[in-house]
């Protein structure tokens, strides 16, 4: 069964700084891995999806990265601004499955 | 653009009573599911549809909750009985077979 783990689960940074979320997830049969935001009481704003032959994506200020041999991926968030506060979490698909396992998520704060 | 819609976005309702949520994928997506999603957790999987037929159910999904795609379009979760632990927030995603997911704003549902 696949389990993902989000460390650490809360984070507190000034603006302006750059941070690093981490995703790690046991079963390396991966079929590709997404990155949400979720805003309180909101729903899933998909940020990127990577595929099992990529090893990163980026858009705009942030960067994935996917090593499947380890069993991790991360977040980098560059130049962070109080709009980026927000819970973020990462989900894997497997290859022999059709749902997404989901992390518990890292709860994000910039101050200004 | 019409993304994921759900309805409602709010059930406030009383134990042992009856409840229905309807998802609306995005039109040309092929697969639908269903996660819910408890305070301080990353949601969980229930169920997914391929087209009109339900191909998987999570071990979650006790005999209280149905969901029906009947034409392929359109999703309705129901559940009998209502009980407090049903108190959650209810996700519906859609994807274009296995590629991105992308997430409704969900139902939140209190059960008093």
């Known amino acids: 069964k696949q389990e993902v783990t989000q460390i650490p689960a809360a984070l507190s940074v000034p603006e302006g700084e750059n941070l690093v979320l981490n995703c790690s997830f046991t079963?390396?049969?991966?079929?590709?891995l997404q990155w949400f935001r979720q805003d309180p009481g909101k729903g899933l704003t998909s940020l990127l999806l990577?595929?099992?032959?990529?090893r990163e994506q980026t858009s705009g200020r942030l960067n994935a990265s996917l090593d499947k041999s380890s069993g991790r991926s991360t977040l980098y968030i560059a130049a962070s601004q109080p709009g980026d506060s927000a819970t973020y979490l990462c989900?894997?698909?497997?290859?022999?499955?059709?749902?997404?396992?989901f992390g518990g998520g890292t709860r994000l704060m910039v101050k200004p | 653009d019409t993304g994921v819609s759900q309805d409602p976005r709010h059930k406030i309702t009383k134990r042992g009573q009856n409840v229905t949520f309807r998802c609306d994928p995005i039109?040309?997506?092929?697969?639908l599911y269903w996660y819910r999603q408890t305070l301080g957790q990353g949601p969980e999987f229930l169920t997914y549809?391929?087209?009109?037929?339900?191909?998987?159910k999570s071990r979650l999904l006790s005999d209280r909750f149905s969901a029906e795609r009947p034409k392929g379009s359109f999703s309705t979760l129901e559940i009998q009985r209502t009980e407090q632990g049903d108190s959650a927030m209810y996700l519906c995603?859609?994807?274009?077979?296995?590629?991105?997911?992308?997430f409704g704003p969900g139902t939140r549902l209190t059960v008093t």
């Open positions: 039109s040309e997506h092929n697969r």
């Open positions: 079963d390396s049969a991966i079929y590709n």
């Open positions: 990577i595929q099992s032959s990529q």
């Open positions: 995603a859609s994807s274009l077979s296995r590629r991105e997911q992308y």
């Open positions: 549809f391929q087209n009109e037929a339900q191909l998987e």
């Open positions: 989900a894997g698909l497997l290859n022999a499955g059709n749902m997404l396992t």
